[in-house]
Nanobody, 125 residues
Framework: EVQLQASGGGLVQAGGSLRLSCAAS????????MGWFRQAPGKERAFVAS?????????YYADSVKGRFTISRSNSENTLYLQMNSLRTEDTAVYYC?????????????????WGRGTQVTVSS
């Protein structure tokens, strides 16, 4: 079965950094596009970043995180990463990783087939 396990969240002060990881199993990781999404209480799940299949030559970012966040993948480790720098209080949310077997780096949540349970990121001022 497909399993995605996000980790690396925690409490950080504004301006600080965190690196989220998503360990994947149960499918051929390199053939999947991957994405990060986040959800704050009472709000819709929102796109953060995505990366195409294989070596991940195509990436997309939400405008709110461009220049601060970097998505990457290690196919040898079956792991997706999100490096988050210059964190702001508005980045506070539960962060989810997701996989899309079409291999495309979609910005739309409905394009993704599998989801992890998420990891909490809290940014304090």
């Amino acid at each position: 079965e497909v399993q995605l396990q996000a980790s690396g969240g925690g409490l950080v002060q504004a301006g600080g950094s965190l690196r989220l990881s998503c360990a994947a199993s149960g499918f051929t990781f390199s053939n999947q596009a991957m994405g990060w999404f986040r959800q704050a209480p009472g709000k819709e799940r929102a796109f953060v970043a995505s990366i195409s299949r294989g070596t991940g030559t195509t990436t997309y970012y939400a405008d709110s995180v461009k220049g601060r966040f970097t998505i990457s993948r290690s196919n040898s480790e079956n792991t997706l990463y999100l490096q988050m720098n210059s964190l702001r209080t508005e980045d506070t949310a539960v962060y989810y990783c997701a996989a899309d077997r079409t291999g495309l780096a979609s910005r739309r949540p409905n394009s993704y087939d599998s989801w992890g349970r998420g990891t909490q990121v809290t940014v304090s001022s």
